[in-house]
């Protein structure tokens, strides 16, 4: 829980976001390249993808471009690998 103001509580709990409801659509229609992706929000301020988005989206391609938007405007465009640097990937596992 994160104190955003006198009186208001915002909960994150482990939902699915948008970034992984798009990933997730992709696969199930047979896609699992993936280029880029962008987030856009209606707010002053740049979104960013959760750390669970970040992950699900590094198995797929951790150098995937991102791209960051506003309604209003703003924009910022990165990479997948600056946002999650030392993702946890398949081969990890493989010994």
Known sequence: MSD????DEELIGLTVCAERTAAFA????????????????????LPT???????V?????PDMRVILATTGGK?????L????PD??????LRR
Request: aromatic letters at 6%.
């Open 26 to 45: 992709a696969v199930n229609a047979g896609d699992t390249a993936f280029d880029a992706i962008a987030v856009v929000i209606d707010d002053e301020r």
């Open 87 to 92: 993702p946890f990937l398949p081969e990890n």
């Open 75 to 79: 924009r910022k465009v990165t990479t």
């Open 49 to 55: 993808p959760c750390g669970a988005c970040r992950q």
């Open 81 to 84: 690998g600056e946002l999650l």
């Open 57 to 61: 989206l590094a198995e797929f391609s």
């Open 4 to 7: 955003i103001g006198p009186g």
